[in-house]
């Protein structure tokens, strides 16, 4: 069963502006994760996750690329037992730029409320046990990864209308100050 943040934001810049936050290494560090992401189709890269307390390595590749209006990737961090998938499309619209972002992956088998964990395990996995317990969390709604958790949760939603936007913004008034 699949699970689907869908998103629609309107910016008030042309697509090629919004494609350089979406598609440029040192703009997705700004307002997403450190990374070492490069345009090219096939490209493997990855975020790091900027938690607090939670040194996590998101492992991608670029599976579409059609600047300045696709950008699709695979998402998988260690606990997540397939990918899940982020795609960007960007919409040329009267007065600026229409920004889709879709991200769907396959919930995945959570550590049971009642079952122990394993000395085996990792920490990540051992507090994902812990959330579990605490939050009562239904596992029919939950994924293995804490991370994918969080961006399913509200963190996408944060980000674009929040970071990514003023990402935007600056860009714009540091470009506007250098004319």
Not at 13 to 35: C, D, F, Q, T
Not at 49 to 77: F, M, T
Not at 136 to 161: A, C, D, H, P, V
Request: glycine content about 4%; proline content about 6%.
């Amino acid at each position: 069963m699949f699970r689907v943040v869908k998103m629609e934001v309107f910016y008030p810049y042309p697509p090629e502006k919004v494609w350089k936050a979406i598609a440029n290494r040192s703009s997705l560090a700004k307002w997403l994760m450190e990374n070492d992401f490069e345009p090219c189709l096939g490209h493997k890269f990855c975020f790091q996750s900027q938690l607090p307390g939670l040194n996590e390595i998101i492992y991608c590749e670029v599976l579409k690329l059609r600047e300045p209006h696709e950008l699709a990737y695979s998402w998988q961090d260690n606990l997540m037992e397939s990918p899940s998938i982020v795609t960007w499309k960007l919409t040329p619209v009267d007065g600026g730029t229409q920004l889709h972002l879709e991200h769907r992956g396959y919930q995945q088998d959570a550590i049971a409320i009642n079952q122990p964990t394993r000395p085996t395990q990792s920490w990540q996995a051992q507090l994902t046990h812990q959330v579990l317990l605490s939050d009562r969390i239904s596992e029919s709604q939950q994924f293995g990864s804490i991370l994918l958790n969080s961006y399913f949760s509200g963190k996408w939603e944060y980000l674009i209308n929040h970071k990514l936007a003023e990402v935007l913004a600056q860009e714009t008034q540091d470009n506007f100050a250098l004319s």
